[in-house]
Nanobody
């Protein structure tokens, strides 16, 4: 049973920073893509950033240059460092794990990020 445990959300003022963490357990796959999606009220869930086992990262245009995704393969943990946060970054952020061989996908429960003064 694959489980994803997210942490790090909260309330921050515009221009501030937050760091999200997502620790995976139970996945036996050696090749995985881990990443973050977000869903704002009334909007569809969208990709924020993801990173594969080799360290190749992909970012949404809206966060490129402000957010940095990284991972610790030994700990099966992915991080999202969010800087220069804007009110439009407010959303529930979800961690996702994709096992490349087999195609199984797993989602975390989500963590709320609120950017407001």
């Amino acid at each position: 049973q694959v489980q994803l445990e997210e942490s790090g959300g909260g309330l921050v003022q515009p221009g501030g920073s937050l760091r999200l963490s997502c620790a995976a357990s139970g996945s036996g796959s050696e090749v995985k893509v881990m990443g973050w999606y977000r869903q704002a009220p009334g909007k569809q869930r969208e990709l924020v950033a993801n990173i594969n086992t080799g360290g190749f990262a992909k970012y949404a245009d809206s966060v490129r240059g402000r957010f940095t995704i990284s991972r610790d393969n030994a700990k099966d943990t992915v991080y999202l460092q969010m800087n220069a946060l804007k009110p439009e970054d407010t959303a529930v952020y979800y961690c996702k794990l994709l096992e490349v061989f087999g195609g199984a996908e797993y989602w975390g429960k989500g963590t709320l990020v609120t950017v407001s003064s």
